[in-house]
């Protein structure tokens, strides 16, 4: 085979490449579209309305998504990235481990306030199970490696803490029209105080005795 022939089949068809960037970037405006008719109709919203929202038909959907809960795997993505660089922005700003902590829980407690339809769309059924993984990627295990705890206590320590503020934050979801309900940053600072007086606490004080075992002795 010849160099020019080589080099033209190692080369991608400018059309195709094209074409390729195309549907990236309509599947990313359908993706948009969708959390915004979520945000407004709610996470029962059909494929039917999510479509009318883009403006296009539901076959148009169902190209890029195959199904609804394909749709809401790429919503939740979205959601995850959004909050990966709000959690970096915050990072950067954090002075102590206390301070990591609570902006970990701020950035949660903020993206579920903001559109508690969009959070329960991409929670609610199995597409949220890759959802929750993200979040424990993303939030809690970074904060409890800083922590120099033991890498099995952080991976458990990291499911259960997304656990516990996903669970408080959907409580406060509930309730939080009710008179004596607190606010977003009250509930923020309380989370904050509960989860590094227990179990965060558990994995410094975790470390320290391990690091004092593996002291030589005189």
Known sequence: MSQ???DTAASPDGRSTRWDDHRAARRVELVHAARR??????????????ATHAGTSKSIVYR??????GLQL???????????????????????PRDALRSMVAV???????????YYFVTRTAPGLPFLDSMVEI???PFAQEMDADPV???AWGSGAVGFIRGAGEWWLAHRT?????????????????????????????????????????
């Not at 949660?108 to 969009?118: A, D, F, G, Q, T």
């Not at 009710?178 to 600072?189: G, K, Y």
């Open 64 to 69: 890029y998504f195959v199904d609804k809960p």
């Open 74 to 96: 790429a919503v939740g993505e979205a959601v995850v990235a959004q909050m990966r660089d709000a959690l970096t922005a915050a990072a950067g700003t954090a002075t102590t």
């Open 4 to 6: 020019v022939t080589e």
């Open 178 to 218: 009710d008179d004596d309900a607190p606010s977003r940053l009250e509930l923020t600072d309380k989370v904050t105080a509960w989860l590094w007086g227990g179990p965060v606490g558990f994995l410094a004080r975790s470390r320290r005795t391990q690091d004092r075992l593996e002291e030589p002795t005189a």
């Open 37 to 50: 008719a979520v945000h407004k109709a709610g996470p029962e919203v059909s494929m039917d309305e999510i």
């Open 108 to 118: 949660y407690l903020e993206m579920i306030e903001h559109s508690p339809n969009v």
């Open 139 to 141: 939030v809690a295990l």
């Open 153 to 155: 206590d952080a991976a």
